[in-house]
Nanobody, 126 residues
């Protein structure tokens, strides 16, 4: 049974930082495309960042480039999202997701991902 469990969300002031974690179990994250998505109230879920676990190739949404960093620790089977210079518009529920296969890009829709975590809330205040 594949499971993804996010943690690390919370409330911060604008300009602050948070690091989200996603612990994977039931499979090894090698040779998977892992992604972070977010969904704000009343908005559609959107892709934030992706990483192809075999070669650590990453892609980012334009809105987070230069502020967020996606990374992995294959030994711990864990995915991370380091979020710096947070803005109120980053407020959302953040989800990690996984799909097998080589193609891994921020353009992938949420329907392309097979496995999802339960989400962790990030709230950024002014």
């Amino acid at each position: 049974q594949v499971q993804l469990v996010e943690s690390g969300g919370g409330s911060v002031q604008a300009g602050g930082s948070l690091r989200l974690s996603c612990a994977a179990s039931g499979y090894t994250i090698g040779s998977f495309c892992m992604g972070w998505f977010r969904q704000a109230p009343g908005k559609e879920r959107e892709g934030v960042a992706t990483i192809y676990t075999t070669d650590a190739r990453t892609t980012y949404a334009d809105s987070v480039k230069g502020r967020f960093t996606i990374s992995q620790d294959n030994a711990k089977n864990t995915l991370y999202l380091q979020m710096n210079s947070l803005k109120p518009e980053d407020t959302a529920m953040y989800y990690c997701a996984a799909r097998p296969g080589y193609y891994c890009d921020i353009s992938l829709s949420e329907s392309s991902f097979n496995y999802w975590g339960q989400g962790t809330q990030v709230t950024v205040s002014t």
